[in-house]
Every structure is written in C-alpha cells, then in structure tokens.
T-cell receptor
Framework: GNSVTQMEGPVTLSEEAFLTINCTYTATGYPSLFWYVQYPGEGLQLLLKATKADDKGSNKGFEATYRKETTSFHLEKGSVQVSDSAVYFCAFHTGGFKTIFGAGTRLFVKA | EAEVAQSPRYKITEKSQAVAFWCDPISGHATLYWYRQILGQGPELLVQFQDESVVDDSQLPKDRFSAERLKGVDSTLKIQPAELGDSAMYLC???????????????FGPGTRLLVL
C-alpha cells in the first residue's frame, strides 16, 4: 500500500552544518512529492514540492529532487540555522483524494 | 496573505463529553481536509470535502466523530463522546483544486490541540 518512510529523529546539528533528511515512498501511479515544515505550536507549512521525475523543488535554501528510480525525495540544506529547528514531514499526493504523510523528523540546530 | 482559521486553539474536556472544532478555509478553496495528528506522528486524514460533499471519510470513526460543511465554506468537526485516546492535534487544511489534482498544495491552519481527561 501507499506509505512514506522518513529517517527517524531527532537530528541535532550545529549551525552552518549540512542537513540531509531521507525520505522514500511507496505509491501507485505518479505522485507529486512534498516537504512540509511544522514549527512549535503551529500547523504545517509547505516548504517545497516536485510534481514529476527529476524535478527539483527548492525554497529558503532547502532542496529536494524527485528520484523515481529510487522512489526517494531527500531533503537537503547546505548550511542550517537555528531558525530551521522544526519538524519536517515528507508527503505525497496521489491523483484523486489522498495525501500520505511520513511520521516527521525533528531537527534541532544548536548555535 | 489569506490563512486557514481554526478555533479553539486549545480544548480540555473530560471523557464522555462532546467537543466541536471549527475551521474556515481560505476563500475560494473548494477542498477542505480534517486531519488528526498524534504527538510524534504525521497527520492522518479523517475526512475530506469537495465543496459540501464528503469524498473520503474512510478513516473517520463514525460511531463518535461527525463532520459537516453545509454551505461548502466553513466546517465543523464533532466528537461525541470524547475518549482518552482522542487527545491529539486536529488540523484543518484547504486547497483550491476541485479535482484532487496530485500537484495541489494544501494550506494548513494552526490546529486545535485537544486534551481529554
């Protein structure tokens, strides 16, 4: 069935370190892929998305590339800041009416 | 920038009581979603509306949960009676698309955090 697997957190990094959060998916058809971010006490916000194979989504220094051959959508950032501390959710939306979210990965960035 | 509004932000209730949550989506958004997010997990879809019609409520515990979107705008989610296991964050989201296109972005409200004692 449809599912998303994210690397378990928490991930703790120092400011300016490189970030990778792994995400793989199992889906039928050709889903669109999303990364959402949730700051403490808030709802989810779209961070970036990619709608077809080899597309790269990017926003606020974060990037992720839609890899159909490995069914992956790993999130990367070259230099994290304290303000990036949040929970990051990988998700995909199948055609029709379903969005599947991963369990989330909590990121802590230390000054 | 338009936002999805939810109220209340926090709710504490005792088990067996009734609770209700309200959501006002972004104006013009045809699709409205209610999610439940248990601490440490990702959101799980409870119910999805297309205008005023339910298109997916397969994960809604219908013996105690109900949802409506009578005029295709704002929506109410109700739990009666509440159980201890219902303690969670309840998130509302909306999107423009009326055909469930896979590339459509969902916009989330701040959520209602429910604690059942």
């Amino acid at each position: 069935g449809n599912s998303v697997t994210q690397m378990e957190g928490p991930v703790t990094l120092s400011e300016e370190a490189f970030l990778t959060i792994n995400c793989t998916y199992t889906a039928t058809g050709y889903p669109s892929l999303f990364w959402y971010v949730q700051y403490p006490g808030e709802g989810l916000q779209l961070l970036l998305k990619a709608t077809k194979a080899d597309d790269k989504g990017s926003n606020k220094g974060f990037e992720a590339t839609y890899r159909k051959e490995t069914t992956s959508f790993h999130l990367e950032k070259g230099s994290v800041q304290v303000s990036d501390s949040a929970v990051y959710f990988c998700a995909f939306h199948t055609g029709g009416f379903k969005t599947i979210f991963g369990a989330g990965t909590r990121l802590f960035v230390k000054a | 920038e338009a936002e999805v509004a939810q109220s209340p932000r926090y709710k504490i209730t005792e088990k067996s009581q009734a609770v209700a949550f309200w959501c006002d989506p972004i104006s013009g958004h045809a699709t409205l979603y209610w999610y439940r997010q248990i601490l440490g997990q990702g959101p799980e879809l409870l119910v999805q509306f297309q205008d005023e019609s339910v298109v997916d409520d397969s994960q809604l515990p219908k013996d105690r949960f109900s949802a409506e979107r009578l005029k295709g705008v704002d929506s109410t989610l109700k739990i009666q009676p509440a159980e201890l296991g219902d303690s969670a964050m309840y998130l509302c989201a909306s999107s423009r698309n009326s055909q469930g296109a896979p590339q459509e972005t969902q916009y989330f409200g701040p959520g209602t955090r429910l604690l059942v004692l």
